[in-house]
Nanobody, 121 residues
Framework: QVQLVESGGGLVQPGGSLRLSCTAS????????MGWYRQAPGNERELVAR???????NYVDSVKGRFTISRDSAKNTVYLQMNSLKPEDTALYYC???????????????WGQGTQVTVSA
């Protein structure tokens, strides 16, 4: 099985910074793209940022210039550096990864349990 474990959420003042981490563990043959999504109360889950196995990134417009996604493929870990945080960034942040467990298996989607980010004075 595969597990994704997130860390790094918390309470921060507007303008502050947080760094989220997510590590995939278990039976992993290949990790493809990894990403971060978020869901605020009453809203649908939205993509925040993704990074491919080759390092190509994409971001939702609202976080461009403020958030940076990166990965350490050797550690099956993805990071999200969040700067200049705004109250509207408050949400439950989920890690996602597309992982193949074995050479002859199809890649599957895996999700973490979520980490809360609250931006408030």
């Amino acid at each position: 099985q595969v597990q994704l474990v997130e860390s790094g959420g918390g309470l921060v003042q507007p303008g502050g910074s947080l760094r989220l981490s997510c590590t995939a563990s278990g039976t992993i043959d290949m990790t493809y793209s990894m990403g971060w999504y978020r869901q605020a109360p009453g809203n649908e889950r939205e993509l925040v940022a993704r990074i491919s196995s080759g390092g190509m990134t994409n971001y939702v417009d609202s976080v461009k210039g403020r958030f940076t996604i990166s990965r350490d493929s050797a550690k099956n870990t993805v990071y999200l550096q969040m700067n200049s945080l705004k109250p509207e960034d408050t949400a439950l942040y989920y890690c996602n990864a597309i992982i193949r467990m074995g050479l002859f298996e199809l890649p599957r989607d895996y999700w973490g349990q979520g980490t809360q980010v609250t931006v408030s004075a």
